[in-house]
């Protein structure tokens, strides 16, 4: 299969050479504004940041190949307020932001919501969100709700893909070969990325592309010795597998986009995509027999396959020079399938114990943005529909009777939404939306929003953005059962949907040197975001001892950040710093504290260009301060601690040289500090339980090569 | 528009670090081992075939023989036993296939056992050679025409994969397992000189005395509170099971009086039935069904027990005389069938019980609940099987621990001596460090040590042990 493709991407390659068209053909493109960025996220029309009522914060497809990123999460960890948590045991990472889990971020890839293996928008996976084909990732922190719906609580991400190309001909094959820690080999450590893009313009009107990149992840072993290893003194060590599982994944996308350069746009973007996860046990069975004084060890391996399909069709267009619209429809599917499998070490042989779709996920999503009604640039309106019909499976929720381990939900929502942007004066814009939620399973809900942008003296701005989003209850919450003669642990089906609530203000302004060779972006920004009705299990009869989710919580964040952005002649560079408190109001707990816990992040990224050389040194910096959270004390619940991650940073270095022209070789180091495991210790000092154990937050430190060719004629 | 050498380059790359290498090929090179599956095989004087078995330390990979010679002890080939495929100059050879994971012979006994004072009859068998392999382990088997102890082997008791639905009772010396559904029986009535009526733990049954010698007036409104006291984890339920330590004189119900009245009317909480729902695998599901409630009276007549039986809210109720039997711990009744049951072999006869179990643990720092166990090991207390457990240090291990070092002062009357300590139910395993001394009711002594939790696929409910003879 994975030669197939290699082969017909070659003679694709070849074929193209043959042709040997020389008519370079400039064609229609997003005319980036070399001194302002264009977003899209939140706008009715793309727009420039400057204008936008939202603060959004771009990272632009240098910032993403200066990072070698091919992936979300190899490029997010960069970004303040925000972690990238990975499940090194189950292979894969979310994001977490202002401290919520990847439930409550919305990831988009084009304005319209991604599907993963456990939700449709949110919970996504971010190492299966492939970047080779982006233009640039725009991130908004705060509640959408009216411009995003459900689940767009902490922000939202959204990832804006290419549409166009200069050149009739764009073929960019590239290669990238990366150490995972210390450990790299040609063939069985390591990472190794292979791709080509190839793009055509039919005609000024229509443009293509197509894309394949496979990532072979072949894993952190660390400490561990992999999959044939098992103790010859016949006791489990947990050092059988892998600490960070091995993955391959396969990215098939294509694009055809029509522009009639007047009033009308289409385009229609595919995607399939394949992951192959391996997870070796790390204890096996030794099969002791007793007569031969022999062993013949077994275990219980896993094998999780991912498929991906994604469809999205997109028309813009203006109808009498006068309304805009624009109109998204789309169909994703993601299928998570799960083999347990006995893997006998000596023989090598395998045995299929089980093997079932342990997520699901179809989703059909369709949204319809009118606006400009009246032409007029004082007074816009914005309406729109949005329909989300979301029908997915979740397994693991009984363990005890695997007749009852998958259940599967369908959540229809169809949600309208308005807004408007009033310039009640000069310096004056509002902007109020509210969106109408009505669902097949919630009761009604309402998003309401509230910004408003003003233009201080001095060329100071002020933004002041309200809003909020509810949260749908996840799988677990509805659905978890365990009830047996010790147990008794149940979901709830008449959950009712989490509520947040933010409100942001950014003050800032730019600063031009007098040369124009200076320009300095300071921004101060404050924020309150709360989720009420927050679901969490409580104890619903204590004789005998039963739990229950419910909606009880609420958790609440506040903060402040400063950023600084530079630029100057060839050097870039930008620094943040974010300072956070959040805090718990436990309902379901007996006994809680709700003082707020406060931790600091800084980021910082710098990257000179040599213009002579055509070599681009850059840097990126980031800094986790300690983070606490309240724990129960093991012995005696009734005592409260504080249990605190230590502190790590985050350091990623590249040099990119540009060689004939077309050539482009990176040459750099993620986690240049060699974080692997921190420090987490839960308070217990004194006691005689261990007082710390520690969080796998990084892989060492990892170089990489990443050569590249742009073959545009 | 020219190919330059970096294009050649990165498009080679492309092809090569493509390439993976598919085949994990095997690097634990491992030799074909074959052994007597037990050390000794004893006859009765009934007896006169017995197939001994040998297995292999895994899958024979190809045909071959296995050639076994043996040594005779006031025995002689032809004349006292014969073997199939029979002897040929001294030596039997056992051909198999590739694909068997063990094979067989026949031993036939032609003459009768010794008398007492006649010589000791035996003949011990060797295995010689093995087709591309060796022999380790039980590469002697020493077959007796007595009826002596096992010298050990390794057992795996049929307790019924994840539903954990038999009670298995093991007979170490006798190497002989007696399996029985853990539903087939309610309550117990002791055999020994006390009359006491045991529950079915196993079905995590409870009882509470209630104030009337009654039955019939009772009905579940009465009895609505005590209902939810008698819970698995629930604060206090530790007063409704019998003392898990197994001693007659700690049942729930008081012993019997002979004086009429003093005996009041219980309610019994019938427990679950044996699970049927199919667990992820390396979980159990031994928990069914509620069964229910009962209510029950007990009361003597010329020593035979007198029981009571009822639904809750029966104004009526069944009557059972249950008699003691001799030479067994209890007599079992079903309430279900109505009908006394067989359940345990001779008092003598066993000395394990592999089990659900309902054991009594700490809730908190004041108060104790009912709790339930899966894959539980209770030793037979009531016949005097005394065990204690040995933890594995520097200077003490299974292999090398001989009839000097049991410490008699150790030996412990209490069935739960091996109980769940066994087990490492968080890695599926067992707890490798911890081994046991068991001095079964016939004062042999044996070391026992737990070598699987799951089988081979890591389904639960598949225990296996191996035990040594130590005192020969």
């Given at each position: 299969?994975?030669?197939?493709?290699?082969?017909?991407?070659?003679?694709?390659?070849?074929?193209?050479?043959?042709?040997?068209?020389?008519?370079?053909?400039e064609n229609d493109s997003i005319k980036r504004n070399e001194l302002e960025e264009v977003i899209l996220t939140g706008q009715y029309n793309k727009q420039s940041i400057s204008k936008s009522v939202f603060e959004v914060e771009v990272l632009t497809q240098d910032d993403?190949?200066?990072?070698?990123?091919?992936?979300?999460?190899?490029?997010?960890?960069?970004?303040?307020?925000?972690?990238?948590?990975?499940?090194?045991?189950?292979?894969?990472?979310?994001?977490?932001?202002?401290?919520?889990?990847?439930?409550?971020?919305k990831i988009l890839v084009d304005n319209v919501p991604i599907?993963?293996?456990?939700?449709?928008g949110?919970?996504?996976?971010?190492?299966?969100?492939?970047?080779?084909d982006i233009e640039q990732i725009e991130i908004i922190e705060g509640s959408m709700g009216v411009q995003y719906g459900a689940?767009a609580?902490?922000g939202v991400v959204n990832i804006i893909t290419k549409k166009s190309a200069k050149?009739?001909?764009?073929?960019?094959?590239?290669?990238?070969?990366?150490?995972?820690?210390?450990?790299?080999?040609?063939?069985?450590?390591?990472?190794?990325?292979?791709?080509?893009?190839?793009?055509?313009n039919?005609?000024d009107k229509l443009y293509a592309n197509?894309?394949?990149?496979?990532?072979?992840?072949?894993?952190?072993?660390?400490?561990?010795?992999?999959?044939?290893?098992?103790?010859?003194?016949?006791?489990?060590?947990?050092?059988?597998?892998?600490?960070?599982?091995?993955?391959?994944?396969?990215?098939?996308?294509?694009l055809v986009n029509f522009n009639n350069k007047k009033n009308f746009r289409a385009f229609y973007k595919?995607?399939?995509?394949?992951?192959?996860?391996?997870?070796?046990?790390?204890?096996?069975?030794?099969?002791?027999?007793?007569?031969?004084?022999?062993?013949?060890?077994?275990?219980?391996?896993?094998?999780?396959?991912?498929?991906?399909?994604y469809h999205h069709l997109n028309a813009t267009g203006q109808i009498k020079n006068k309304i805009r619209y624009n109109i998204s429809a789309s169909?994703?599917?993601?299928?998570?399938?799960?083999?347990?499998?006995?893997?006998?070490?000596?023989?090598?042989?395998?045995?299929?114990?089980?093997?079932?779709?342990?997520?699901?996920?179809?989703?059909?999503f369709s949204r319809g943005t009118f606006n400009n009604f009246f032409n007029n640039e004082n007074a816009k309106l914005e309406v729109g529909y949005e329909i989300n019909?979301?029908?997915?499976?979740?397994?693991?929720?009984?363990?005890?009777?695997?007749?009852?381990?998958?259940?599967?939900?369908?959540?229809?929502?169809?949600s309208l939404f308005a807004s408007s942007e009033l310039k009640t004066s000069k310096n004056i814009s509002l902007r109020p939306g509210a969106r109408v939620i009505?669902?097949?399973?919630?009761?009604?809900?309402?998003a309401l929003s509230l910004s408003a942008k003003f233009k201080?003296?001095?060329s100071?701005q002020l933004r002041v953005i309200a809003g909020s989003s509810?949260?749908?209850?996840?799988?677990?919450?509805?659905?978890?059962?365990?009830?047996?003669?010790?147990?008794?642990?149940?979901?709830?089906?008449?959950?009712?949907?989490?509520?947040?609530?933010?409100?942001f203000?950014h003050?800032k302004?730019t600063?031009?040197?007098?040369?124009?060779?200076?320009?300095?972006t300071?921004k101060?920004?404050?924020?309150?975001?709360?989720?009420?009705?927050?679901?969490?299990?409580?104890?619903?009869?204590?004789?005998?001892?039963?739990?229950?989710?419910?909606?009880?919580?609420?958790?609440?964040?506040?903060?402040?950040?400063?950023?600084?952005?530079?630029?100057?002649?060839?050097?870039?560079?930008?620094?943040?710093?974010?300072?956070?408190?959040?805090?718990?109001?436990?309902?379901?707990?007996?006994?809680?504290?709700?003082?707020?816990?406060?931790?600091?992040?800084?980021?910082?990224?710098?990257?000179?260009?040599?213009?002579?050389?055509?070599?681009?040194?850059?840097?990126?910096?980031?800094?986790?301060?300690?983070?606490?959270?309240?724990?129960?004390?093991?012995?005696?619940?009734?005592?409260?601690?504080?249990?605190?991650?230590?502190?790590?940073?985050?350091?990623?270095?590249?040099?990119?040289?540009?060689?004939?022209?077309?050539?482009?070789?990176?040459?750099?180091?993620?986690?240049?500090?060699?974080?692997?495991?921190?420090?987490?210790?839960?308070?217990?000092?004194?006691?005689?339980?261990?007082?710390?154990?520690?969080?796998?937050?990084?892989?060492?430190?990892?170089?990489?090569?990443?050569?590249?060719?742009?073959?545009?004629? | 528009?020219?190919?330059?050498?970096?294009?050649?380059?990165?498009?080679?790359?492309?092809?090569?670090?493509?390439?993976?290498?598919?085949?994990?090929?095997?690097?634990?090179?491992?030799?074909?081992?074959?052994?007597?599956?037990?050390?000794?095989?004893?006859?009765?004087?009934?007896?006169?075939?017995?197939?001994?078995?040998?297995?292999?330390?895994?899958?024979?990979?190809?045909?071959?023989?296995?050639?076994?010679?043996?040594?005779?002890?006031?025995?002689?080939?032809?004349?006292?036993?014969?073997?199939?495929?029979?002897?040929?100059?001294?030596?039997?050879?056992?051909?198999?296939?590739?694909?068997?994971?063990?094979?067989?012979?026949?031993?036939?006994?032609?003459?009768?056992?010794?008398?007492?004072?006649?010589?000791?009859?035996?003949?011990?068998?060797?295995?010689?050679?093995?087709?591309?392999?060796?022999?380790?382990?039980?590469?002697?088997?020493?077959?007796?025409?007595?009826?002596?102890?096992?010298?050990?082997?390794?057992?795996?008791?049929?307790?019924?994969?994840?539903?954990?639905?038999?009670?298995?009772?093991?007979?170490?010396?006798?190497?002989?397992?007696?399996?029985?559904?853990?539903?087939?029986?309610?309550?117990?009535?002791?055999?020994?000189?006390?009359?006491?009526?045991?529950?079915?733990?196993?079905?995590?049954?409870?009882?509470?005395?209630?104030?009337?010698?009654?039955?019939?007036?009772?009905?579940?409104?009465?009895?609505?509170?005590?209902?939810?006291?008698?819970?698995?984890?629930?604060?206090?339920?530790?007063?409704?099971?019998?003392?898990?330590?197994?001693?007659?004189?700690?049942?729930?119900?008081?012993?019997?009086?002979?004086?009429?009245?003093?005996?009041?009317?219980?309610?019994?909480?019938?427990?679950?039935?044996?699970?049927?729902?199919?667990?992820?695998?390396?979980?159990?599901?031994?928990?069914?069904?509620?069964?229910?409630?009962?209510?029950?009276?007990?009361?003597?007549?010329?020593?035979?027990?007198?029981?009571?039986?009822?639904?809750?809210?029966?104004?009526?109720?069944?009557?059972?005389?249950?008699?003691?039997?001799?030479?067994?711990?209890?007599?079992?009744?079903?309430?279900?069938?109505?009908?006394?049951?067989?359940?345990?072999?001779?008092?003598?006869?066993?000395?394990?019980?592999?089990?659900?179990?309902?054991?009594?643990?700490?809730?908190?720092?004041?108060?104790?609940?009912?709790?339930?166990?899966?894959?539980?090991?209770?030793?037979?207390?009531?016949?005097?099987?005394?065990?204690?457990?040995?933890?594995?240090?520097?200077?003490?291990?299974?292999?090398?621990?001989?009839?000097?070092?049991?410490?008699?002062?150790?030996?412990?009357?209490?069935?739960?001596?091996?109980?769940?300590?066994?087990?490492?139910?968080?890695?599926?395993?067992?707890?490798?460090?911890?081994?046991?001394?068991?001095?079964?009711?016939?004062?042999?002594?044996?070391?026992?040590?737990?070598?699987?939790?799951?089988?081979?696929?890591?389904?639960?409910?598949?225990?296996?042990?191996?035990?040594?003879?130590?005192?020969?």
């Amino acid at each position: 299969m994975r030669n197939t493709l290699l082969l017909s991407s070659l003679i694709l390659f070849f074929n193209s050479l043959l042709a040997q068209n020389n008519s370079e053909t400039e064609n229609d493109s997003i005319k980036r504004n070399e001194l302002e960025e264009v977003i899209l996220t939140g706008q009715y029309n793309k727009q420039s940041i400057s204008k936008s009522v939202f603060e959004v914060e771009v990272l632009t497809q240098d910032d993403i190949q200066r990072l070698a990123g091919n992936n979300l999460a190899d490029v997010l960890t960069q970004t303040l307020n925000m972690n990238i948590v990975p499940q090194a045991g189950e292979g894969s990472s979310g994001i977490e932001q202002f401290g919520f889990n990847s439930e409550y971020i919305k990831i988009l890839v084009d304005n319209v919501p991604i599907v993963g293996d456990e939700g449709f928008g949110n919970a996504i996976d971010v190492t299966q969100i492939n970047l080779d084909d982006i233009e640039q990732i725009e991130i908004i922190e705060g509640s959408m709700g009216v411009q995003y719906g459900a689940n767009a609580v902490t922000g939202v991400v959204n990832i804006i893909t290419k549409k166009s190309a200069k050149h009739k001909w764009q073929i960019t094959p590239y290669v990238q070969e990366e150490t995972i820690g210390n450990e790299y080999s040609w063939f069985d450590e390591g990472r190794h990325i292979q791709s080509i893009k190839v793009g055509h313009n039919f005609s000024d009107k229509l443009y293509a592309n197509a894309l394949y990149t496979r990532n072979d992840f072949k894993g952190f072993l660390n400490n561990n010795k992999g999959e044939n290893y098992y103790n010859t003194n016949s006791e489990n060590d947990s050092l059988r597998g892998y600490e960070w599982l091995p993955k391959e994944q396969n990215t098939f996308k294509a694009l055809v986009n029509f522009n009639n350069k007047k009033n009308f746009r289409a385009f229609y973007k595919f995607e399939y995509f394949t992951e192959r996860t391996q997870n070796f046990a790390e204890n096996v069975f030794f099969n002791e027999n007793s007569s031969t004084q022999t062993v013949n060890p077994s275990a219980n391996d896993e094998l999780f396959k991912s498929t991906r399909f994604y469809h999205h069709l997109n028309a813009t267009g203006q109808i009498k020079n006068k309304i805009r619209y624009n109109i998204s429809a789309s169909y994703q599917e993601q299928v998570k399938n799960y083999e347990l499998y006995t893997y006998w070490l000596h023989s090598g042989n395998k045995t299929t114990i089980d093997k079932y779709d342990y997520n699901t996920r179809q989703g059909i999503f369709s949204r319809g943005t009118f606006n400009n009604f009246f032409n007029n640039e004082n007074a816009k309106l914005e309406v729109g529909y949005e329909i989300n019909l979301d029908e997915g499976s979740a397994s693991g929720l009984a363990s005890q009777n695997i007749d009852d381990r998958t259940k599967t939900n369908k959540l229809n929502t169809y949600s309208l939404f308005a807004s408007s942007e009033l310039k009640t004066s000069k310096n004056i814009s509002l902007r109020p939306g509210a969106r109408v939620i009505t669902s097949s399973q919630f009761s009604t809900q309402y998003a309401l929003s509230l910004s408003a942008k003003f233009k201080l003296p001095n060329s100071y701005q002020l933004r002041v953005i309200a809003g909020s989003s509810p949260k749908l209850p996840n799988f677990e919450q509805l659905y978890y059962y365990l009830v047996d003669s010790n147990h008794n642990v149940q979901g709830n089906e008449n959950l009712n949907t989490e509520n947040g609530k933010s409100i942001f203000v950014h003050f800032k302004k730019t600063y031009w040197g007098k040369d124009s060779n200076l320009k300095y972006t300071p921004k101060l920004s404050t924020w309150y975001l709360d989720v009420d009705d927050k679901i969490d299990l409580i104890v619903e009869s204590t004789s005998p001892l039963a739990y229950k989710y419910q909606n009880i919580d609420l958790y609440r964040t506040w903060g402040l950040s400063f950023r600084n952005k530079i630029d100057y002649k060839n050097l870039s560079a930008s620094i943040g710093v974010s300072f956070s408190g959040e805090s718990q109001v436990l309902n379901s707990a007996e006994n809680f504290n709700d003082d707020y816990l406060y931790g600091f992040q800084i980021n910082s990224n710098i990257s000179y260009q040599l213009p002579k050389w055509q070599t681009t040194f850059s840097a990126f910096f980031k800094y986790n301060g300690p983070t606490y959270q309240f724990v129960y004390d093991v012995d005696d619940p009734s005592i409260i601690r504080k249990s605190k991650l230590n502190g790590y940073s985050w350091l990623n270095a590249s040099i990119q040289q540009k060689l004939a022209n077309n050539f482009i070789i990176t040459l750099g180091a993620r986690n240049v500090l060699d974080i692997t495991r921190v420090n987490l210790d839960n308070g217990q000092a004194g006691t005689h339980s261990s007082s710390s154990s520690s969080q796998l937050l990084g892989y060492g430190r990892s170089y990489f090569l990443k050569c590249l060719y742009n073959l545009n004629f | 528009m020219k190919i330059n050498f970096p294009f050649l380059s990165i498009v080679l790359l492309f092809i090569f670090s493509s390439c993976s290498e598919d085949d994990s090929s095997n690097t634990n090179n491992i030799q074909f081992v074959a052994a007597f599956e037990n050390q000794s095989v004893s006859f009765t004087d009934t007896e006169d075939e017995k197939v001994i078995k040998l297995v292999f330390s895994e899958t024979a990979a190809q045909n071959g023989v296995i050639t076994i010679n043996y040594t005779e002890n006031n025995l002689s080939y032809s004349t006292d036993f014969t073997t199939t495929p029979s002897a040929e100059n001294g030596s039997i050879e056992i051909a198999y296939q590739a694909g068997e994971a063990e094979t067989s012979f026949t031993f036939n006994k032609l003459t009768e056992n010794p008398r007492e004072g006649e010589n000791e009859k035996s003949i011990e068998f060797y295995i010689t050679d093995v087709t591309n392999g060796t022999t380790q382990g039980n590469t002697n088997l020493l077959v007796n025409f007595s009826e002596a102890a096992s010298l050990g082997g390794s057992v795996a008791p049929t307790i019924g994969g994840p539903n954990e639905g038999n009670q298995v009772y093991i007979d170490l010396s006798a190497q002989t397992e007696t399996i029985v559904a853990r539903d087939k029986w309610d309550l117990a009535f002791y055999s020994g000189e006390e009359f006491r009526v045991k529950l079915n733990n196993s079905l995590f049954m409870m009882a509470a005395e209630l104030n009337t010698n009654n039955i019939d007036e009772i009905t579940e409104a009465d009895v609505e509170d005590l209902q939810a006291q008698m819970q698995l984890l629930q604060a206090g339920s530790d007063v409704y099971v019998d003392n898990p330590n197994g001693t007659i004189t700690g049942t729930a119900i008081n012993e019997i009086s002979s004086v009429l009245d003093e005996n009041k009317v219980y309610l019994i909480n019938m427990g679950n039935e044996v699970g049927t729902d199919t667990p992820e695998t390396g979980s159990v599901a031994v928990a069914g069904d509620s069964r229910g409630w009962k209510k029950i009276k007990v009361t003597l007549e010329n020593d035979t027990y007198v029981l009571q039986y009822a639904n809750l809210n029966e104004t009526t109720h069944q009557q059972q005389n249950i008699s003691k039997t001799p030479d067994y711990n209890f007599t079992f009744f079903s309430i279900i069938t109505e009908s006394i049951v067989d359940v345990e072999p001779l008092q003598t006869k066993w000395d394990l019980n592999f089990t659900v179990f309902t054991e009594v643990l700490e809730l908190n720092a004041t108060e104790y609940t009912a709790y339930g166990f899966s894959d539980y090991v209770a030793t037979n207390v009531l016949a005097n099987t005394n065990a204690y457990q040995v933890t594995v240090n520097e200077s003490i291990n299974y292999s090398d621990f001989s009839i000097e070092d049991v410490d008699e002062s150790l030996f412990e009357l209490d069935q739960r001596v091996i109980g769940s300590n066994w087990r490492d139910v968080f890695n599926h395993s067992v707890e490798t460090n911890l081994f046991y001394i068991v001095k079964d009711p016939e004062g042999n002594i044996y070391k026992l040590r737990f070598t699987a939790l799951v089988n081979e696929n890591g389904v639960r409910g598949y225990p296996t042990f191996e035990y040594n003879l130590l005192n020969l």
